[in-house]
């Protein structure tokens, strides 16, 4: 009991001192997806490394085809101690749009009891969290249990290159439990533990007409507008009840069994709390269904971006050669990816009018995930929550996708526990990013607690 009352003063005494850390992190504007930030994404993981290092790991980066990934181990181990391998990653969303930021979103600000800033929340103050719990223990001497990191860079553009490091590292990475605070609480004081997690599936749809722009005047009427075209077509993938239309969409759908479904019931998370959460006026989704099981446990089809013609300031008198829309699913156990794009293609197939023709890119595919709540290092970190707030966790399905989870599931053959320190109104991904500073100190002393208490169990 010592080692872990010495690690949580440890801890307690070095908050200035973490802060000021994780603010060093926020500053390496690691955005994975534009190529112009590739040298910050070398310094964001040698960052990561540098810390490592620092704190008593051993710890490297790796190459792989895109950016690179750090894994860092205990240099003293315990052959009877479990393993505990920590995920998170560095990469961050882009910082678009600017205009809309309160302050520089590079530039970390403390206003009031929140640190704004890109990566605050997702995932940087995260992988920040874990980092210190272990530096606390190890100030002590030797771990409860044996610790490793796999810190990747490129989660934000579904981890293309994840897959392959892992299926050929699977003894450096061998492990009991995997540790992945990549999601977040439903409330400041609702300590929360997620058990399952949907998958995804990201297109481009391409409509094309004319092999160039055509004046508006002389050929409107008879050329078939490709922006129309696919307007209409995404229109045609859901009813009016809100239920998607691809061919055999819901066929491997896994219903919720009504434990489940009272179970989700029982939590706070009412049509208003998601109304107060996003200020819309009303909800809209999947007829049937409560707003968290269309959350957690329903599939979903979203245009996450359109584009067509001219779209600067003014006007100009065109056809449009060309249509696009990003479109993106959201799937659930037992959806599969592969599937989920044939059924795509054949929607596509069959509604597309023969006056255009049509493509779609896939650019990213991850299926759903779901875990054993039953498994003792779940048990471990519920019982460290409840230490530090007082109350037992809540456990629910998230809505989110982190598909390195079912694909160490599948590779490595072990369960993730997920959770994390993040509220719902942090705003990741969106402008004015933000970490709620005690709930991530409360975090820091809950994975201490975990370490120690999966440590004992086992």
């Known amino acids: 009991m010592a080692g872990r009352a010495q690690a949580l003063k440890y801890a307690s005494d070095r908050k200035l001192q973490f802060l000021k850390a994780l603010e060093e992190f926020i500053r390496i504007p690691s955005v994975s997806t534009n190529p112009q930030n590739k040298g910050d994404m070398m310094s964001a993981s040698s960052w990561v490394r540098d810390k490592l290092e620092a704190i008593g790991m051993n710890a490297q980066i790796f190459p792989t085809n895109g950016h690179p990934v750090v894994f860092a ?10 393993t505990v391998l920590v995920y998170g990653h560095y990469d961050v969303q882009p910082a678009d749009p600017l205009e809309l930021w309160n302050h520089p979103p590079f530039e970390p600000t403390i206003h009031d009891d929140y640190l704004f800033g890109r990566g605050a929340s997702d995932m940087k103050g995260q992988v920040a969290a874990s980092l210190f719990a272990v530096e606390a223990i190890l100030s002590n001497g030797l771990s409860p249990v044996n610790i490793k990191f796999m ?8 981890s293309p290159n994840l897959n ?5 590292h699977q003894q450096l990475l061998a492990c009991d439990i995997v540790l992945n605070p990549d999601t977040g609480m439903i409330a400041a004081d609702i300590p929360t533990i997620t058990y399952a997690l949907r998958g995804m599936s990201y297109f481009e749809i391409r409509i094309y007409g004319p092999p160039h722009d055509l004046h508006s005047g002389l050929f409107g009427g008879i050329i078939h507008n490709p922006a129309q075209v696919l307007c209409e077509l995404i229109a045609g993938m859901h009813d009016s009840q809100g239920h998607i239309l691809l061919p055999g969409f819901y066929d491997r759908v896994r ?38 099981e269309q959350i957690g446990a329903r599939p979903t089809l979203d245009v996450n971006g359109f584009y067509s013609g001219f779209i600067g300031e003014g006007s100009k008198t065109i056809i449009p050669a060309w249509a696009m829309a990003k479109v993106s699913m959201r799937l659930v156990p037992d959806q599969d990816p592969n599937e989920v794009t044939e059924q795509l293609q054949a929607y596509l197939a069959a509604k597309t009018p023969a006056t255009v023709r049509w493509e779609i890119l896939k650019m990213h595919n991850g299926p759903a995930s779901i875990s054993n709540i039953n498994h003792p290092g779940t048990n471990a970190l519920a019982k460290a929550l409840e230490s530090v707030w007082g109350k037992k966790p809540v456990f629910k399905r998230e809505g989110g996708s982190v598909p390195v989870v079912a694909n160490m599931q599948r590779i490595l053959g072990v369960e993730s526990i997920l959770s994390g320190f993040g509220l719902p109104d942090d705003d990741i991904h969106a402008p004015n990013e933000k970490l709620h ?3 991530w100190n409360r975090g820091i002393d809950s994975i201490i607690h975990f370490f120690y208490n999966y440590g004992e169990n086992h």
């Not at 003293?76 to 479990?82: C, D, E, F, I, V």
């Not at 810190?151 to 579904?158: D, H, L, Q, R, V």
């Not at 392959?164 to 050929?168: G, K, L, Q, V």
């Open 255 to 292: 219903p919720l069994s009504e434990e489940e479904r009272n179970s989700l019931a029982k939590l706070p998370m009412t049509e208003q709390y998601y109304i107060n959460q996003t200020g819309v006026p009303a909800l809209f989704g999947e007829a049937g269904f409560t707003p968290i």
């Open 73 to 82: 181990e205990c240099k003293k181990t315990n052959s009877a101690a479990p």
């Open 151 to 158: 810190i990747e860079g490129e989660e934000e553009i579904g």
């Open 164 to 168: 392959s490091f892992i299926e050929t």
């Open 437 to 439: 500073l005690p709930t």
